[in-house]
């Protein structure tokens, strides 16, 4: 995994940092203090925050999911810029490492946006389908378990509106998915996302290189 855009190296990065990030004071002081933290690399790019910042805004999303929460930097990212009565719906199965997520949250004011569910995201999601909520979200941001990427596709395509956009992160792998010796179950089910998500018809894509591999796919 990385937590900074591939292919760019250390002056060019901080140039684009320099030149581009607007990163609200909340969002360095927690992604500051997640780089302490042993798992720090499941942390997203602050320039790929504010990418899906500036893609929410686009939308005009007022609910979004996301599954994988972590440190909560995401869900803060998304919550900070929806509109009054707007909607995370965050997925985890940690309260050990969402417990600072929701200091933050309460801190930045939009803890009331950000619905937080410890559960497998799979039973959160089909919770939401069950409780007659498919196409009511207009975005979703998946960073969970790789080798659940195309259940946690499925759903979301299901919960969300026509127009709306799921973003899924960590799709070059930092290189992994273009080694053909890497075979492990984790870069074999990007892998198989990837290639599924190419043949899909019912959604417009886009795989970015930002942060460690942005695939955006558009609902028809």
């Not at 901080?14 to 500051?32: I, K």
Request: aromatic share 6%.
């Amino acid at each position: 995994m990385s937590n900074r855009s591939l292919g760019l190296d250390d002056a060019l990065y901080q140039y684009l940092l320099d030149a581009s990030l607007r990163e609200p004071p909340l969002l360095a002081e927690l992604r500051r203090e997640t780089a302490a933290h042993p798992l720090a690399r499941m942390q997203i790019a602050p320039e790929q925050g504010q990418f899906m910042q500036l893609l929410l805004k686009l939308i005009g999303a007022r609910q979004c999911l996301d599954i994988g929460v972590f440190t909560g930097y995401s869900a803060l990212a998304a919550a900070l810029v929806l509109p009054e009565g707007g909607r995370v719906v965050a997925c985890d199965i940690s309260e050990d490492y969402t417990r600072g997520a929701r200091d933050y949250w309460r801190r930045a004011g939009v803890a009331d946006k950000v619905e937080l569910r410890i559960a497998p995201a799979l039973d959160t999601l089909d919770a939401l389908l069950a409780a007659g909520e498919g196409g009511d979200f207009d975005f979703a941001f998946i960073d969970a378990d790789k080798e659940s990427y195309a259940d946690y596709y499925e759903r979301c395509l299901q919960l969300l509106r026509p127009g709306g956009l799921v973003a899924v992160d960590n799709c070059l792998w930092n290189g992994r998915v273009a080694d053909d010796s890497a075979r492990d179950a984790e870069t074999e089910a990007i892998r198989a996302l990837n290639a599924r998500v190419r043949d899909d018809q019912r959604v417009d894509i886009s795989l970015v290189p930002v942060g460690d591999g942005l695939l955006l796919a558009r609902k028809r």
